[in-house]
Structure formats: C-alpha cells, structure tokens
C-alpha cells in the first residue's frame, strides 16, 4: 500500500473518541476502583479500622490515581486501536479495488 491516510485518520478519530468516552464513563469507575484497592492494601498493613494517620491516606490516593490512568490507557489505547483496523481495512478495501481497476485498464 502506498500511502496509510485512513489508518492515520482512524487512529486520530479514535484516539479523540476513547479521551470522550474516557471523561465520560471512566474516570469516576477508575476512581472507585483504585480507591477500592487501595483501601484493601491499606487495610492489610495497617488493620480494617484506619486511623486518620498520612501513610493509609497516601496509598488510598496513590491507588486512585492509578486506577484512573489505567482506565485512561485502556479508553484510550482500546479506541485507538480499533480506529487504526477500521481505517487499515479502509485503506486495504479502497487500494484493493484500485489496483483491480488498473489491471483491467491494462488488459
């Protein structure tokens, strides 16, 4: 294939889309989620009941903000991947159809 716009353009568009659908339905789940898990941490080095103590409170927010930016590379990584097949295949379909147009053109 000569030239890989639509795969460019798919990427870009999903990319864009995965940011969209990320802000709106996966910050707050990555956010509860990694909260969640940093609690669990928390609570099996320092016992169930936590104290209002920095260290806890560090690996609760510590976890947060992971769970958000996993969630954030799987939007986005996700959405960008399927854009580029989209527009690969896009790109396969219309140089295929070319190149069968010029060989009969050469017949």
Do not use: Q
Request: charged letters at 10%; aromatic letters at 6%; one cysteine or more.
């Amino acid at each position: 294939m000569k030239t890989k716009e639509m795969a460019k353009k798919g990427l870009y568009i999903g990319a864009g889309a995965g940011l969209v659908l990320f802000a709106i339905i996966g910050l707050l789940p990555g956010s509860f989620i990694g909260g969640v898990i940093g609690l669990n941490i928390a609570g099996s080095i320092f016992g169930t009941p936590l104290g209002p103590s920095l260290l806890p409170r560090l690996i609760v927010a510590a976890s947060m903000v992971l769970g958000v930016c996993i969630s954030g590379l799987v939007f986005v990584v996700g959405t960008s991947l399927l854009g580029w097949l989209a527009g690969y295949a896009a790109d396969a379909i219309r140089h295929g159809k070319i190149a069968a147009i010029e060989a009969e053109v050469k017949k």
